[in-house]
């Protein structure tokens, strides 16, 4: 991990078996998000491939795209409430023209369980 992206979790679709990026990709049961937000995670990611465009490569439909991109900040938003400080996430939209965003809660962690989680990956990650 190099170390500008030392804290940063993504938040990405079609590159893991979650939308979840940290050193690589996290599975839900390492990651220890609370139960609402790993559901929603899911159906954000299964979204994904209800709505990919067929004409373009890694990408959602028109119709579909801004209601997406404002799902994927909401999950970003609520990622880093619950992993907080020192964390930010940064929501990469798919597609050319969507961009990304990135979030920090300016508080502590609101799932503890999950900040140390990721204090966990992060510490491992330093030692490979």
């Known amino acids: 991990m190099r170390e500008s992206d030392e804290w940063v979790v993504r938040v990405f679709v079609d590159h893991g078996a979650t939308p979840v990026w940290y050193g690589g990709p ?14 929603d995670l899911q159906v954000f990611d299964d979204w994904y491939y209800d709505a990919e465009d067929p ?8 119709n579909v795209r801004h209601d997406f991109e404002r799902e994927g900040e909401r999950l970003a938003q609520a990622l880093a409430k619950e992993l907080g400080a020192p964390f930010s996430v940064t929501v990469i939209h798919p597609g050319d ?6 979030y920090r809660s300016p508080v502590a962690a609101t799932n503890p369980r999950a900040h140390a989680a990721f204090i966990a990956i992060h510490d491992e990650d330093l030692r490979t």
């Open 26 to 39: 996290r599975d839900y049961d390492e990651m220890h998000v609370s139960p609402d937000l790993e559901r």
């Open 97 to 102: 023209r969507s961009g990304s965003r990135t």
């Open 55 to 62: 004409l373009e490569q890694y990408a959602v439909r028109s």
